[in-house]
């Protein structure tokens, strides 16, 4: 899809074979408009599903580690932004932990930004770790910051949810809105650290938010199990065979 986005030579080429297949699918609602935007085929919701995931390593924890943020550490995931709430919430007398997984060619940046706002206390940088520590660190969290833009799905969030951690996610997020709801469970907020801060403080605020979060995650549980996703996929399978 990125391609297609960047070439007008990739769309050209790419639309004939679109047209033609019997079947197109995707994982999230914004591929599908990517898709439709691009090559002109349009992806109905029931071929929109996202990919398998082993949701039995997810559980709930008893929170308590302040913020998190899961992903690679790159312009297009915004982890400054996540990091301005955290400075924005401690001017305002507020000092919330903020963890962040993950590893990235922006992390000297982002280090450094920690360092001149004075946020070593609260900021820690966990880096790469191995997939099976994910849940660990995400019931260890109370809300997970989910700044990122224009992201295919959002697995991470979904994840999240599955351990009864409420998200923020921006408005300008793509496919991750598929999973974090504008309330409840969830905030969908502008970008920018305020609007970060002010959903982190609400989410924190609110007692009922990880009992929500909770009951999203088990919808995505069911809806990721690898068993649900075969029997979609073998659905379409025989739709592309006619049957």
């Keep these: 899809m990125a391609l297609l986005g960047r070439s007008g030579i990739a769309r050209v080429l790419a639309r004939p074979v679109f047209a ?36 039995t390593a997810f559980r709930a924890g008893a929170g308590g580690g302040g913020a998190v943020v899961v992903g690679r550490l790159s312009a297009q995931k915004r982890v400054d932004l996540a990091i301005g709430a955290i400075a924005e919430l401690r001017d ?47 019931a260890a969290a109370d809300v997970m910051l ?16 599955m351990c009864g951690v409420p998200v923020v996610a921006c408005i300008d997020g793509g496919g991750v809105l598929d999973v974090v709801p504008a309330a409840g469970a969830g905030r969908r907020v502008p970008p920018t650290p305020a609007a970060l801060a002010a959903a982190l403080r609400e989410l924190l605020a609110d007692r009922p938010a990880r009992r929500l979060a909770a009951e999203e995650g088990e919808r995505w549980r069911t809806r990721l199990s690898p068993d649900a996703v075969a ?13």
Aim: charged residues 25%.
């Design 92 to 138: 305002a007398g507020q000092s919330v932990a903020l963890t962040i997984v993950g590893d990235g060619a922006a992390r000297p940046a982002l280090e450094r930004m920690v360092r001149d706002l004075g946020l070593d206390p609260l900021v820690r940088f966990v880096g790469t770790v191995f997939p099976e520590a994910i849940p660990g660190y995400l």
């Design 146 to 161: 989910f700044p990122a833009r224009g992201e295919g799905f959002g697995l991470a969030a979904a994840e999240a949810f």
């Design 20 to 55: 033609r297949a019997r079947v197109v699918t995707a994982v999230s609602q914004e591929l599908a408009r990517r898709i439709r935007a691009t090559v002109g085929r349009v992806v109905d919701d029931a071929h929109v599903q996202p990919m398998p995931l082993d949701t």
């Design 231 to 243: 029997a979609v996929c073998e659905r379409w399978y025989r739709e592309a065979l006619g049957e």
